[in-house]
């Protein structure tokens, strides 16, 4: 069974310019989670998708930050335009439907934003 | 607020030294205590989930057990392979994210 997916492994953008991040889950994982770890802090929490549904955003932190997923597939996460604070290391995460499934990670998209 | 604390944030342990690690957490209902295991450059890998006090988990050279207030992660005998960070996360209830602890550096020398 292949895990989750991400693309691009790392990114190098100018602040300004726009980047979308992709995100493949596990097939047949509802859930997906996209966290955010940024220089000498701890993983934090973005946003929740049920299927094709935002189930939680509230750790998007402004409106630069647009999550979508197509048909409850694969999901993107676009950041426009993008500043020197939105460096770090973003991770996406599945869960089965229901119950207290464990969240398995992609190994992640690195942001560098100069 | 919710919230996980983990330590030591660095662990340095010769091979085969035993040790553990802790994982200390304050939410307002508990659902669920995780630890994954984070290698340089890669995501974090599941290893345990926890869900009530009492409760033990074992894979290998690893356990992890759980109380009211606190998880352990206990390494015996530890192989310079299981060196990685290890990360303490936990659900709340009727919430779907994790909340993560900023991890412990384990380092095993041979």
């Known amino acids: 069974e292949a895990g989750v997916t991400q693309f691009p492994s790392h990114s190098v953008i100018e602040k300004g310019q726009t980047v979308t991040l992709r995100c493949d889950p596990i097939?047949?994982?509802?859930?997906l989670y996209w966290y955010r770890r940024v220089m000498g802090k701890e993983i934090k929490f973005l946003l929740h998708f049920v299927k094709e549904s935002k189930q939680d955003e509230s750790g998007m932190p402004n409106n630069r930050f647009l999550a979508e997923r197509t048909g409850g597939t694969y999901s993107t996460l676009k950041v426009q335009p993008a500043e020197l604070e939105d460096s770090g290391v973003y991770f996406c995460?599945?869960?089965?439907?229901?119950?207290?499934?464990?969240?398995?990670f992609g190994p992640g998209t690195r942001l560098t934003v100069t | 607020e919710d919230q996980v604390t983990q330590s030591p944030e660095a662990l340095r342990l010769q091979e085969g030294e035993s040790s553990s690690l802790n994982c200390s957490y304050t939410?307002?209902?508990?659902?669920?205590l995780f630890w994954y295991r984070q290698d340089p450059g890669k995501g974090p890998e599941f290893l345990f989930t926890?869900?009530?006090a009492g409760e033990e988990k074992e894979k290998e050279r690893l356990k992890a057990t759980l109380t009211k207030k606190e998880s352990f992660l206990h390494i015996t005998a530890p192989k310079p392979e299981d060196s990685a960070t290890y990360l303490c996360a936990v659900r709340t209830i009727g919430q779907g994210n994790l909340i993560f602890g900023k991890g412990t550096k384990l380092s095993v020398k041979p």
């Open positions: 939410v307002s209902g508990l659902r669920g």
């Open positions: 097939s047949g994982h509802d859930n």
């Open positions: 995460a599945s869960s089965q439907a229901r119950g207290v499934y464990e969240q398995y």
């Open positions: 926890l869900y009530s």
